[in-house]
């Protein structure tokens, strides 16, 4: 008896098969799922009126938790998780509200696969991202110490003391004569 795949046991591949197991074929179907997903963004990219709202509820949310005890940036990390799932029922303080927008200042940018949302005021003059959206969903990324609720100066007890304070004998050198600089308008 005659064989005609004699010593041959393996069987036949499908094109399929090599296809999906060649290194070309794998770039193509990354290259295909990565379009999909760049392509899913850029249908549920969140429009401005959508980020404005969610946003400013973010921010209604966090100055009503707002703790300055919280120090760990993980505290910051759940807390701004938890705005995205829950919505503010109470309002808070018509003068914090008022201050918020007299203070800060929210820019709302839109890019093609993502939307962005910059804090502005003056202790953020560059800006400080405090959100974004993508997927249809806007994840807030606030910090209750970078909004700028009250008007205060800034309280700095150094101002009128001497640069060189008096030691124990140590040479440091003489205090100059300096004065408080003056603007012209004053």
Same mark, same amino acid.
């Given at each position: 008896?005659?064989?005609?795949?004699?010593?041959?046991?393996?069987?036949?591949?499908?094109?399929?098969?090599?296809?999906?197991?060649?290194?070309?074929?794998?770039?193509?179907?990354?290259?295909?799922?990565?379009?999909?997903?760049?392509?899913?963004?850029t249908?549920?990219?969140?429009?401005?009126?959508?980020?404005?709202?969610? =946003?400013?509820?973010?921010?209604?949310?966090? &100055?009503?938790?707002? *703790?300055? #005890?919280?120090n %760990?940036?993980?505290?910051?990390?759940?807390?701004?998780?938890?705005?995205?799932?829950?919505?503010?029922?109470?309002?808070?303080?018509?003068?914090?509200?008022?201050?918020?927008?007299?203070?800060?200042?929210?820019?709302?940018?839109?890019?093609?696969?993502?939307?962005?949302?910059?804090?502005?005021?003056?202790?953020?003059?560059q800006?400080?991202?405090?959100?974004?959206? =993508?997927?249809?969903?806007?994840?807030?990324? &606030?910090?209750?110490? *970078?909004? #700028?609720?009250? %008007?205060?100066?800034?309280?700095?007890?150094?101002?009128?003391?001497?640069?060189?304070?008096?030691?124990?004998?140590?040479?440091?050198?003489?205090?100059?004569?300096?004065?408080?600089?003056?603007?012209?308008?004053?």
């Amino acid at each position: 008896m005659y064989q005609n795949d004699r010593g041959s046991y393996r069987k036949q591949e499908t094109i399929s098969h090599k296809f999906t197991h060649s290194c070309l074929g794998q770039l193509i179907i990354g290259a295909a799922i990565v379009g999909c997903l760049l392509l899913l963004a850029t249908l549920t990219c969140p429009s401005r009126e959508t980020m404005e709202s969610e =946003i400013k509820d973010d921010i209604k949310q966090c &100055i009503l938790e707002g *703790d300055s #005890l919280r120090n %760990d940036w993980i505290d910051d990390v759940v807390a701004n998780a938890g705005y995205i799932f829950t919505k503010t029922e109470t309002d808070i303080d018509s003068e914090l509200e008022k201050n918020f927008v007299k203070y800060n200042q929210l820019k709302f940018y839109e890019h093609t696969f993502f939307s962005t949302v910059y804090l502005h005021n003056n202790l953020n003059t560059q800006g400080k991202r405090c959100g974004m959206g =993508i997927f249809g969903i806007v994840f807030p990324m &606030i910090n209750y110490n *970078d909004l #700028l609720l009250h %008007d205060e100066r800034m309280q700095n007890d150094t101002i009128n003391q001497r640069l060189i304070m008096e030691s124990d004998g140590e040479y440091f050198g003489e205090n100059p004569g300096l004065e408080p600089y003056r603007y012209k308008g004053e």
